[in-house]
T-cell receptor
């Protein structure tokens, strides 16, 4: 079993749609949960960062963590063409310097 | 502008010809690391460095070398490249004030080994 599973997509949605991106994981030691966004020909950039279970909202983006089910989600409301990118979930055991474990990424296309 | 700079961005080389991919950051970050990104496999860590003269292997270190002689620089060395090292490479850094898990990535270096 892979440590992190992420549906590669591609996911194609119309502008204005609500998008749900998901990852499952198997390592119960993960305490920090992140979503990185990667535009074509660019490096990933941090989008959302959460610690432990619960929800975190930032504008149109909501990150949700369910540690009991080992499942994290990223919701994008009122999706825009500028949201078209690959979204990578990432996990860490501690808040200090340590290895991040990344999902393979989900490619999202938002069409006008 | 705070950034991680990688060079070259694109490189085509032949098997066995030594090459170096440079990485430099201007944020005074302690932690630097190298990842490779392959379709379906995501980002996998090659090597990382906690500070100057401190480096350690990641998940896929075979065929690579690194050094950290200065805080800002962390070059990736392929002594004898092989076709299975054809990949997209990213350098990343983080610091104690930005948060250790908040990685700043370079724009990537696409390497093709023939």
């Amino acid at each position: 079993q892979k440590e992190v599973e992420q549906d590669p997509g591609p996911l194609s949605v119309p502008e204005g749609a609500i998008v749900s991106l998901n990852c499952t994981y198997s390592n119960s030691a993960f305490q920090y949960f992140m979503w990185y966004r990667q535009y074509s020909r660019k490096g990933p950039e941090l989008l959302m960062y959460t610690y432990s279970s619960g929800n975190k909202e930032d504008g149109r983006f909501t990150a949700q963590v369910d540690k009991s089910s080992k499942y994290i989600s990223l919701f994008i409301r009122d999706s825009q063409p500028s949201d078209s990118a690959t979204y990578l979930c990432a996990f860490a055991v501690s808040g200090g310097y340590n290895k991040l474990i990344f999902g393979a990424g989900t490619r999202l296309a938002v069409h006008p | 502008e705070a950034q991680v700079t990688q060079n070259p961005r694109y490189l085509i080389t032949v098997t066995g010809k030594k090459l170096t991919v440079t990485c430099s950051q201007n944020m005074n970050h302690e932690y630097m690391s190298w990842y490779r990104q392959d379709p379906g496999l995501g980002l996998r860590q090659i090597y990382y460095s906690m500070n100057v003269e401190v480096t350690d292997k990641g998940d896929v270190p075979e065929g690579y070398k690194v050094s950290r002689k200065e805080k800002r620089n962390f070059p990736l060395i392929l002594e004898s490249p092989s076709p299975n090292q054809t990949s997209l490479y990213f350098c990343a850094s983080s610091g104690r004030y930005s948060g250790a898990n908040v990685l700043t990535f370079g724009a990537g270096s696409r390497l093709t080994v023939l």
